[in-house]
């Protein structure tokens, strides 16, 4: 009796029957970024903070963190994204900031605006419960504007075990992580994309701007170079796409630029180095470049900028001349040099 054997065809492979069942087909919002002007888009290769990540402000004091911010600020107001503004350095000045571009406005000692504003936090984990706070009103509609987050600064502020003085610098640390790298992370990067999990349009897309004083750790060996850390531990580093180092890491690494009338010598401006010191956006960044910070802006480097700065202001220098006991008249002109720190007025008509 004979056997037949009937031969059993294999099942043709199919590479898009295995993405079907194992990969998920996300699709992501165009990368868009804050503006903060063509001086700082020179000097760092990138215009500014990345919409829908977590980007720092990273550098010692006096280096240009809170003119960053303040810019940020006002381009998502001109561009209708809601700021909300969490202070717990305690160096907030809306004067400045109005002086800058904001819109806001005063009555009583009252600021006003297309803004929200807490600087009344004592610990981490009540900023955080408030983000997700603000973050579930806007998913159920109560706020129709994108958001950007700006927290100045944050490694200025203990967790709740700090607070009551039960914890130290690793407990910081540990709640950054916990509420920061595994909660609002997560959040705010996913309103990239550009449908939800139940598959709705992502309408929104969310932000969160970091300013943050820096410690130094120092070499292991003589040869060694020091290492800028950040206050807070390392969470924020990790969790952030976009980070702007301002000045130097040993230092601020800055530049006074003065202005000398009878004697007596103003600071009008810093120059400052900016360097990206992480871009997991598009990889892009200067490490070698300089702005001047103004009162008012960023600016190039260079002697031209200068004089257009002058003529633009002219007034507002004049004034605050005046105001510091200066003999110069309303109006009257006046040398910037670029190249030198020091900008000598004695002798003008």
Known sequence: MSTVKKSIGKKEFSLDSLKDKFSTKTKYKADRFIDLGSAFQKATGVPGPALGHLNVFLGHSDTGKTTALLKSAIWCQQNGILPIFIITEKKWSFSHAQLMGLEVTESNGNWDGFFLFRDDFGYIEQITDYMNEVLESQSKGEIPYDICFFWDS???????????????????????????????????????????????????????????QPWVELPDSPMGQPKIKMKGGEAIYLNSTLIFLFGNQKG??????????????????????????????????????????????????????????????????????????????????????????????????
């Open 154 to 212: 944050v490694g200025s502020i203990p967790c709740k075990m700090t607070y009551d003085g039960k914890g130290g610098k690793m407990h910081n640390a540990s709640v950054l992580s916990d509420k920061i790298g595994m909660g609002l992370n997560g959040r705010i990067t996913s309103s990239r994309k550009e449908t939800t999990a139940d598959g709705k349009p992502n309408k929104y897309t969310n932000t969160i701007v970091f300013v943050n």
């Open 252 to 349: 601020a690494g800055t530049n006074k630029i003065m202005a000398t009338k009878n004697g007596r010598k103003i600071k009008f401006a810093t120059r400052t180095k900016i360097s990206i010191l992480k871009n997991h956006v598009n990889g892009i960044g200067y490490e070698d470049g300089k702005v001047i910070v103004t009162p008012h802006s960023f600016i190039d480097d260079t002697k031209e900028a200068e004089e257009q700065y002058k003529k633009e202001y002219s007034d507002f220098w004049s004034e605050m001349f005046i105001k510091n006991g200066l003999d110069i008249k309303e109006g009257e002109d006046f040398e910037l040099e670029g190249s030198s720190t020091d900008v000598d007025l004695d002798g003008l008509e």
